[in-house]
């Protein structure tokens, strides 16, 4: 069972990435891409069981985003297709497509718009009906106890790049890294070259010596600041 620790408070609210599509087809794929272009979903909440014929969805690293209602609740998957005769007492049986490597994904309902509430996790799918079986929060709390959730702290940055540059409008990168804080990021660039947006990197020409600034901030809106000396000098039309 993964060490994954979430909170029971009101005001709770948590990124889960999201990919460009979902579906709700049998046997189909969703895009396994990340969809950088939106806001990602948001746990508000969390329940801790499920009911039958509700829509429930999950994100799986082979089939994507899937979803499908509630077939059955409470059950007890046998050794049909466990190994060594396992049983995994009441789990919950989804009409999603899910195969291997989609365990450990999320298991949400949508609330509206890009708000979820979180429902469980995904741990397996029947071999014959691509059907998903998730333990719904109420049972992994009967494994792990009470569950919190887990912040690294407010993130920090450094960036790397040439601290020297050729002058003439030669094009040269610069990359902002990012510890700790929760994802998705924000960048913001500013002084020797500007820019904003969810890419980590800028590129531009640098004319005069100075000092390139970047502004993180994260999910929750705490920023780091992080900067780099640049001195243009004369040379080959290469960044150092």
Not at 58 to 79: F, L
Not at 122 to 146: A, E, R
Not at 213 to 239: E, H, K
Request: net charge negative.
């Amino acid at each position: 069972m993964c060490n994954f620790r979430w909170p029971q408070v009101s005001n709770f609210q948590w990124p889960l990435t999201r990919t460009t599509d979902s579906i709700d087809c049998e046997e189909c794929y969703g895009s396994l891409d990340v969809d950088s272009t939106t806001t990602s979903l948001t746990i508000t909440s969390t329940l801790s069981y499920v009911i039958s014929d509700e829509s429930i969805h999950k994100i799986g690293k082979t089939t994507g985003w899937s979803y499908g209602n509630v077939e059955a609740t409470c059950v007890d998957v046998g050794s049909a297709f466990l190994p060594g005769g396992d049983i995994v007492l009441c789990s919950d049986r989804i009409d999603y497509n899910a195969e291997d490597g989609d365990s450990g994904g999320p298991a949400f309902s949508v609330i509206s718009g890009t708000n979820v509430q979180l429902r469980g996790i995904h741990w397996g799918s029947d071999p014959v009906t691509s059907d998903g079986y998730i333990s719904n929060l109420g049972q992994i709390q009967i494994d792990l106890g009470g569950l919190t959730y887990y912040d690294p702290g407010s993130p920090s940055v450094t960036i790397s790049g040439p601290t020297q540059v050729p002058g003439g409008g030669v094009q040269c990168t610069w990359e902002a890294n990012v510890f700790d804080g929760v994802r998705p990021y924000t960048y913001t660039w500013s002084g020797l070259l500007s820019g904003s947006g969810s890419d980590a990197g800028i590129t531009g020409p640098v004319y005069n010596s100075g000092t390139l600034y970047v502004t993180v901030t994260d999910f929750f809106g705490r920023q780091a600041f992080g900067n780099i000396g640049v001195t243009v000098v004369q040379g080959p039309p290469v960044c150092d």
